[in-house]
């Protein structure tokens, strides 16, 4: 249980193009959903809060006109990449957190990541 | 705000022997505190949440402790295998009402044959 699954692992693109990222709770529901940006040797740094149906909460320094997050479903977010620049090239990995039930920890389950290069 | 360490930035260590982690936090009282595994160009995966109100839990061979007097949990991996080698993550919660985790930095954690 609790597997999270992120489309696609890896994406590169040019400079000024916009970059879609899927994220999916696949056999459980989620109440909130997380994106995270990881530079290589560093800690995963919160980007965003997402709940159904409502608007993203950013982080202090998160452009929410550049990182577009959709939260269409209970098992389903995205985040946009708007107008893609070399400096947004990173990993970025979305967790989508359980109320618990089914044996699960009420906690966040991480999808696998989404290397994003722009070049 | 709150601040999370975990003092070892790598650990290495001898196959068979146990594994001990550090993480201590600063400025806040969470109420419960997590352990994930992060493989490289993986996402973490979630091994063990641990209470303020319990001292101790196990999982299998891993074993983590919380002293909110010292604001220290230690994370414990026993007879250590090669495979357990990847970057372990201190989390904790930023705000109970929000839902949000804040990570410390990892320590990478070697096991050699």
């Known amino acids: 249980g609790a597997v999270v699954s992120q489309h696609p692992s890896r994406v590169i693109c040019k400079s000024g193009t916009s970059v879609k990222i899927e994220c999916r709770s696949l056999?459980?529901?989620?109440?909130?959903m997380f994106w995270y940006r990881q530079f290589p040797k560093q800690s995963l740094m919160l980007m965003a809060t997402s709940n159904e149906g409502s608007k993203a909460t950013y982080e202090q320094g998160v452009e929410k006109d550049k990182f577009l997050i959709n939260h269409a479903s209970l098992t389903l977010s995205t985040l946009t990449v708007t107008s893609a620049h070399p400096e947004d090239s990173s990993f970025y990995i979305c967790?989508?957190?359980?109320?618990?039930?089914?044996?699960?920890?009420?906690?966040?389950?991480f999808g696998p990541g989404t290397r994003l290069t722009v070049l | 705000s709150q601040k999370i360490e975990q003092n070892s930035e790598a650990l290495n260590i001898q196959e068979g022997k146990t594994a001990t982690l550090t993480c201590n936090y600063t400025n806040y009282s969470p109420a419960y505190l997590q352990w994930y595994r992060q493989d490289p160009g993986r996402g973490p995966v979630f091994l063990l949440l641990?209470?303020?109100?319990?001292k101790e839990k196990r999982k299998e061979r891993l074993k983590v402790t919380f002293d909110t007097t010292l604001k220290q949990s230690l994370f414990h991996i026993t007879a250590s295998q090669p495979a357990d080698s990847a970057t372990y993550l201190c989390?904790?919660?930023?705000?109970?009402?929000?839902?949000?985790?804040?990570f410390g930095s990892g320590t990478r954690l070697s096991i050699r044959p």
């Open positions: 056999d459980f529901q989620a109440t909130t």
């Open positions: 989390a904790l919660d930023q705000d109970s009402s929000a839902s949000k985790i804040i």
């Open positions: 641990i209470r303020e109100n319990e």
């Open positions: 967790s989508a957190r359980t109320s618990g039930g089914q044996g699960l920890t009420d906690t966040q389950y």
